[in-house]
């Protein structure tokens, strides 16, 4: 009788054991998914502030057209993006084109002191901030999710379900470039 005690408690924990691991796991997903979430939503604000900020440049530097389309260009690629991944290629080549921007608007004194420029400037930096932060803690959840579903033991409890994910990275090289600005 008392090993069969023994017998049903260590089933019993291991069953405990088990649940906690698998619960830890989803926890991780979701949290991955949250944070992704909030990169969405800021990539969002971000998508909305472009066209305000576009149309003000355009009243000062009407001939600056290709580095304004190429602006348009990249936030409709974001926005039609349909995968995390492809947002996040597409949220890089954007990131490339406004600095190119705001390379040019150096070249405008009267546009950098426009007051409606200065504030949608300021926004979309602290957009641009909110976005980077949400990517760092993207790829934080990422790590940590990754490493419970391939770290032992909690790779059986994951088996096949949990697949692993991929974590926000720069994948066109030109981004990391500083923008050259030629008059």
């Given at each position: 009788m008392p090993l069969a005690i023994v017998i049903i408690a260590i089933v019993v924990v291991l069953a405990l054991w088990f649940i906690s691991l698998y619960?830890?796991?989803?926890?991780?997903?979701?949290?991955?998914?949250?944070?992704?979430?909030?990169?969405?939503?800021?990539?969002?604000?971000r998508n909305?502030?472009?066209?305000?900020?576009?149309?003000?440049?355009?009243?000062?530097?009407?001939?600056e057209s290709k580095t304004l389309e190429a602006v348009t260009q990249a936030r409709s690629a974001v926005m039609s993006a349909t995968t995390p991944e492809?947002?996040?290629?597409?949220?890089?080549?954007?990131?490339?084109t406004l600095k190119s921007l705001f390379a040019v608007?150096?070249?405008?004194?009267?546009?950098?002191?426009?007051?409606?420029?200065?504030?949608?400037?300021?926004?979309l930096s602290e957009?641009?901030?909110k976005i980077a932060?949400?990517?760092?803690?993207?790829?934080?959840?990422?790590?940590?999710?990754?490493?419970?579903?391939?770290?032992?033991?909690g790779n059986i409890v994951a088996g096949s379900k949990f697949k692993t994910r991929q974590g926000f990275e720069v994948t066109d090289a030109s981004v990391r470039q500083a923008p050259q600005v030629k008059f």
């Amino acid at each position: 009788m008392p090993l069969a005690i023994v017998i049903i408690a260590i089933v019993v924990v291991l069953a405990l054991w088990f649940i906690s691991l698998y619960n830890g796991i989803v926890q991780k997903d979701n949290r991955c998914d949250n944070a992704w979430q909030t990169i969405d939503a800021q990539l969002q604000r971000r998508n909305d502030l472009i066209p305000n900020l576009v149309e003000t440049v355009k009243g000062y530097a009407s001939h600056e057209s290709k580095t304004l389309e190429a602006v348009t260009q990249a936030r409709s690629a974001v926005m039609s993006a349909t995968t995390p991944e492809g947002k996040m290629e597409a949220s890089n080549i954007l990131s490339g084109t406004l600095k190119s921007l705001f390379a040019v608007v150096e070249a405008y004194p009267d546009l950098k002191a426009n007051t409606n420029f200065q504030q949608l400037q300021a926004e979309l930096s602290e957009t641009e901030n909110k976005i980077a932060y949400a990517r760092q803690s993207f790829n934080d959840c990422v790590l940590e999710y990754n490493n419970a579903i391939e770290t032992f033991p909690g790779n059986i409890v994951a088996g096949s379900k949990f697949k692993t994910r991929q974590g926000f990275e720069v994948t066109d090289a030109s981004v990391r470039q500083a923008p050259q600005v030629k008059f």
